[in-house]
């Protein structure tokens, strides 16, 4: 860990005219802390009785309008709205111009959802912390929270000061600010690749991969696919920061299709082709749902199979016809994307329990996946079946000589030992 040459500036965010005690003893708690808060207003309606270095006006200016304008707008939504653009916005350039080293901000749940924007603004590995009466909850979408987001809930604070107030707000302010001076950034030194898996349990090729690739001088990161890992994956593959991606459990897409809460957004299997990085991808785990295992089985799930990976969370496998659909909908998102694909098709089975004497196989429904997975692969896309299942050595040697060959092609840059 490195210390700061210099104390870190904490952009510290919220209406200043309804929680001025609050944000003010953030302040004071931060300088104690060893950094500089740099305070941004977001009010809509009236000033705060200090002088925030940012006011409603910049933020406003930085959305493209007046104040006036949003306080007009319509609703404390559409107003809330345009403040979010402008906190990002400048939060942003501010980031950028090397004024900002971390952020954190304080609301209820309007505040919450420009918290959101403005904490999406920021890369991954810059600090970012939401204090927030609904930390956690399942009013927030997965798609909006920022892959290194910290959150705390914000109890027993609605309106005022008081001794869990304080202990929530120093705990988080002191947080943040040691984030910003100790925390370890990426440094770029490799090039990175992304994949996706479950847990050993259930897939295991990374075991594999990942010494292979760390060996041609690749940095690996492996994310863990139960919702937050998709969008973590997701939010840094638009931000075009992979090399090159594993993208081999996409178990999310089946989960968000089918509704479930453990869903990286809609947009899962979409952002690396959308930024042009090339892309080996598989079906891993593409047969399960992820529901929340402590709340019952839904009744479109009652007759399937059903296994309970923890107290958290538990999977059911779809039916033939559901696969077939799944497998539409993969075609679907891997067409028109802007660099090299390679999707791979294991023909023995996609997860751990998906093949002879384990709970989860259904020959005839994989059967149904991979003819329809067959028919619904883009033009552009090349296809590679492997006679093996997706935890056989040979699924893993396939993929591997792709991304080889993609090396020796210049398609994707050498990695540095």
């Not at 001794?163 to 943040?176: E, F, H, K, N, P």
């Not at 089946?254 to 809460?261: F, K, L, P, Q």
């Not at 999977?315 to 659909?325: K, L, P």
Request: aromatic share 6%; with cysteine; net charge negative.
């Amino acid at each position: 860990m490195n210390a700061m040459n210099r104390l870190p500036n904490i952009l510290v965010v919220g209406t200043g005219d309804t929680k001025c005690d609050e944000l003010q003893f953030m302040a004071s708690v931060i300088r104690e802390a060893g950094g500089l808060p740099v305070m941004m207003d977001v009010s809509i309606l009236g000033d705060p009785p200090y002088q925030p270095e940012y006011s409603r006006h910049d933020i406003a200016e930085a959305a493209g309008v007046s104040i006036a304008a949003i306080a007009s707008s319509g609703d404390e939504h559409s107003a809330m709205a345009l403040m979010a653009t402008g906190a990002a916005a400048l939060t942003r350039s501010l980031y950028e111009a090397g004024q900002a080293d971390g952020v954190i901000i304080l609301g209820g749940s309007m505040g919450t959802d420009l918290a959101l924007d403005v904490a999406a603004a920021l890369p991954l590995g810059v600090p970012k912390f939401i204090v927030s009466t609904i930390a956690y909850s399942h009013l927030l979408p997965p798609e909006r929270i920022a892959p290194d987001l910290m959150m705390i809930l914000w109890a027993g604070g609605l309106y005022g000061l008081n001794g869990i107030c304080r202990s929530v707000l120093s705990q988080a302010c002191g947080a943040v600010v040691g984030a910003a001076r100790f925390g370890t950034k990426p440094d770029g030194s490799r090039p990175l690749i992304g994949m996706t898996s479950l847990g050993s349990s259930c897939l295991k090729y990374m075991k594999y991969l990942k010494p292979e690739l760390e060996r041609r001088g690749y940095d690996v990161a492996v994310f863990h696919s139960t919702g937050m890992g998709g969008r973590a994956f997701e939010a840094i593959a638009a931000e075009k920061g992979f090399t090159a991606v594993f993208d081999f459990c996409i178990q999310e897409v089946s989960n968000h299709h089918h509704g479930t809460v453990v869903t990286s957004g809609p947009d899962r299997l979409e952002n690396a082709g959308r930024a042009g990085i090339p892309q080996i991808v598989a079906p891993g785990a593409v047969d399960m749902v992820d529901l929340p295992a402590w709340q019952p089985v839904p009744q479109a799930f009652a007759d399937r199979p059903y296994h309970a990976h923890n107290r958290l969370l538990g999977s059911v496998t779809t039916s033939a016809h559901g696969r077939r659909e799944i497998a539409r909908v993969i075609g679907g998102k891997l067409a028109g994307t802007g660099a090299e694909v390679a999707f791979i098709l294991p023909l023995k089975g996609i997860q751990e329990w998906d093949q002879p004497d384990e709970p989860l196989f259904e020959p005839e429904a994989l059967d149904a996946f991979i003819d329809e997975m067959r028919r619904s692969i883009p033009s552009g896309v090349a296809l590679l079946e492997v006679d093996s299942h997706i935890n056989a050595p040979e699924f893993s040697k396939a993929a591997l000589a792709i991304f080889d060959d993609w090396v020796s092609r210049g398609i994707v840059p050498e990695g540095r030992p």
